[in-house]
């Protein structure tokens, strides 16, 4: 079984899945299956997915990253998959340099929008990393059945499913409690889950809180600032089954009292969400059936946080999401199984920015986006046929009708320096603003497996996305004023544009695996790919503005360019040593390259990450599993020059980490960054907090990354 870092991921025609245990007890692990068998045998998940045969890859969850407190970084040994930093609980992932709202992200069924016009709440920041129970990420050729409205492949997060009493078992309970600190911002945190349940019915809580300081940069421990956060959150299930059917309720709330944004000119000073979400999973004759529904509603703030640099500019949103997902399997003829859905998502947005004084920003409240709606209705119809034992087949089609509008805006002010803005207002106002895309997306993939040690799968996809509504309908121009829209964390000033056309993703994949007959000794995966994006939504210049210190951070207007994309993804590994006195040691790596740019230009498109590869020596005997992983990345220095993208140099780290199971008692120890080796990350934006505050003058400059940092933390299941 092929482990990459001790992280829970495989790989399926293009698509990985993250299959990680609960913090259930052993004995009760073979209880807390999904009560309806997975379409895929191996993987589990969404019934609409490619062919199986998947390779199930790495152990348990909290042996990989002992202490985290963000659920993204839970992916980042998936290979084409990088992180963009945001806040402590909040970074993007970034899929072959395609990230954010380009990469469909849903979370327990549930497709959630950033309700902020810093993106600094996105989806995943609302699922708690110990509350996972799998994370599936195709990343190649995405099949209709799970990805509509992007284009960069999709994100499926799954919590823990409900437990229920076992066979002969009357009643069942069973709980966990967890723990972990990190020495590089003293972070701390613990989680706490509990379940009572029958063999029909179950209810669940599971809760938890993160907290962490400022973290230390590496070499010389200078604190970074605006990188703490404070994070609460809880959650309750109710479910029942019987006799293939399965039925579950789940609520609950998230409040992040703040949570510093380095990259960012604000930070998270409030984020309180609340949501409702329902599902049904059928077994039939002809079949299966599965419906869900969602409603999530969220109260954002932003301001500047005191503690961490100077500024008053109070910013706030009230954002909802609701939908519904429907989809059915059918088989028939044998080798035949026909996938057929339909998906509605609804997004509501209001977006208003206090008045604060009797200055610029006075007397009225700026409106930013009023009444911002975005809705989506989906449908697709997907067939899979196994023709032999060697050859299978994917065809799929869909269709996303996508309707957005949004009300009339206003400034601060009507005269002296809002005078510009109000008469933005005034023509943003007069025109209309309603837009509807009519998109059309199809997949096509070929499996070939000649021989029990080879696959072959070749795969076209095109898919489509419709610009958020920040990227429509974000009106402003004035320094201030625009450059409190930036979503991107490189400090500059953005206005949107709503003629902006869908962008359109035409891609070419090729993968080639070879392993051992039985997939468990060695195996290496190689995939190539290649991107054309027809539109794709870029930015042009608009303008400059020029601090007082002589830095421009220039105004960029949204807009549409050609552009493509081609790059390789790698992964294998392989047994080293086998004793059963001491132990198992085994050899597993990525590696992952991608280059973008515009096609008229040539200009590097915006966050491309260079070459970067990890190597990960991983030993078990009995309850100790340990590893050393060693972690490459190259020098960027093929940047967004429109955007004053910092370049950053190569750096290599070595991490360290331990785990040791003892019946009820988990302990995992590791050490991130052991040489304590100072470096950026290519996908970190700017320091813009430090810069900021120390008044640096020149060109702002990358963020650093953290520090060495000594990390412990401890789970007990009963």
């Not at 990985?16 to 007890?25: E, Q, Y």
């Not at 230390?216 to 604190?223: F, I, K, L, R």
């Not at 004084?357 to 975005?374: E, K, L, V, W």
Request: with cysteine; charged share 20%; proline share 6%.
């Amino acid at each position: 079984m092929l482990k990459i870092s001790a992280s829970p991921h495989a790989l399926l025609s293009g698509m990985t899945i993250l299959s990680a245990l609960s913090l259930a007890s052993p004995n009760a692990a073979a209880q807390t299956a999904t009560p309806l068998p997975p379409v895929q045998v191996e993987a589990g998940g969404d019934m609409a997915s490619p062919p199986a045969d998947a390779l199930i890859l790495g152990p348990r969850l909290y042996s990989k990253a002992p202490g985290t407190s963000d659920t993204a970084t839970l992916l980042r040994d998936v290979p084409g998959l990088n992180l963009i930093a945001g806040g402590g609980v909040s970074a993007l992932p970034d899929i072959h340099g395609l990230g954010d709202d380009r990469v469909k992200t849903s979370v327990d069924g549930m497709e959630l929008t950033s309700a902020c016009p810093n993106h600094m709440n996105p989806s995943l920041s609302y699922m708690d990393p110990s509350r996972v129970g799998t994370l599936e990420v195709w990343s190649n050729i995405t099949p209709v059945s799970v990805g509509g409205d992007s284009i960069g492949g999709t994100i499926a997060v799954k919590s823990v499913p409900p437990v229920f009493a076992g066979p002969g078992e009357a009643f069942h309970t069973e709980g966990s409690l967890s723990t972990f600190y990190r020495s590089v911002n003293d972070g701390i945190g613990g989680a706490a889950a509990l379940t009572a349940a029958t063999d029909t019915y179950s209810l669940g809580y599971a809760g938890s809180w993160v907290k962490g300081r400022d973290y230390y940069a590496g070499g010389d421990h200078s604190a970074v600032r605006s990188t703490l956060y404070d994070s609460r959150n809880h959650a309750a299930t109710l479910a029942a089954q019987h006799e293939g059917q399965f039925v579950a309720l789940q609520g609950g709330q998230q409040f992040i009292p703040y949570e510093g944004f380095a990259n960012q000119r604000m930070d998270l000073t409030g984020n309180r969400g609340r949501f409702l979400n329902s599902r049904y999973e059928g077994d039939f004759g002809w079949g299966r059936l599965e419906a869900k529904a969602f409603w999530q509603f969220v109260q954002h703030e932003m301001n500047i946080l005191q503690s961490e640099r100077l500024g008053n500019m109070p910013m706030n949103t009230k954002g909802t999401d609701l939908g519904y997902v429907i989809k059915a399997e059918i088989p028939f003829a044998t080798t035949h199984t026909l996938r057929i859905g339909n998906e509605f998502h609804a997004q509501r947005l209001e977006d208003w920015w206090p008045s604060v004084g009797s200055g610029m920003m006075s007397p009225n409240a700026f409106t930013n986006i009023h009444d911002g709606q975005r809705d989506r209705v989906g449908t697709f119809v997907e067939w899979e046929n196994r023709w032999t034992p060697q050859w299978t087949t994917l065809l799929g089609a869909r269709n996303d009708t996508v309707m957005m509008d949004t009300g009339m805006v206003n400034a601060y002010g009507s005269g002296g320096m809002n005078a510009t803005d109000a008469r933005t207002a005034a023509a943003f106002n007069a025109r209309d603003r309603s837009r509807t895309d009519y998109n059309f997306d199809m997949t096509a993939q070929l499996r070939h497996e000649p021989s029990p040690t080879s696959t072959q799968e070749l795969g076209y996809a095109r898919k489509t996305r419709s610009p958020n509504l920040y990227e429509r309908y974000s009106w402003a121009i004035q320094s201030m004023d625009s450059s409190m829209n930036n979503w991107v964390g490189d400090a500059n000033r953005y206005v949107g544009d709503p003629d902006l056309r869908p962008e359109v993703a035409h891609t070419v994949s090729v993968s080639t695996a070879l392993h051992d007959p039985a997939g468990k000794d060695w195996t290496a995966r190689l995939t190539p790919y290649y991107s054309y994006i027809v539109d794709y939504i870029g930015v042009r210049k608009a303008g400059d503005f020029a601090a007082s210190n002589g830095s421009v951070f220039p105004l960029l207007k949204v807009a549409n360019h050609d552009a493509m994309m081609y790059g390789v993804d790698f992964s294998g590994g392989t047994g080293l040593y086998a004793d059963p006195t001491y132990g198992d040691v085994r050899l597993s790596g990525v590696l992952g390259w991608v280059h973008g740019e515009t096609v008229n230009t040539g200009r590097s498109l915006y966050h491309m990450m260079p070459v970067n590869a990890k190597a990960t020596v991983e030993h078990k005997l009995g309850g100790w599993t340990s590893a050393v992983e060693l972690a490459l990345v190259g020098a960027k220095t093929q940047t967004d020059t429109v955007r004053n993208e910092p370049k950053t140099p190569g750096y290599a780290l070595v991490n360290l980490r331990s785990g040791y199971e003892w019946e009820n008692l988990r302990l995992n120890l590791g050490i991130d960054n052991l040489f304590d080796k100072r470096y950026y990350h290519p996908l970190g934006g700017v320091d813009y907090a430090d810069w900021k505050s120390s008044a640096i003058n020149g060109q702002v400059g990358p963020l650093p990354a953290p520090g060495r940092s000594f990390n412990a933390g401890v789970t007990v299941t009963f």
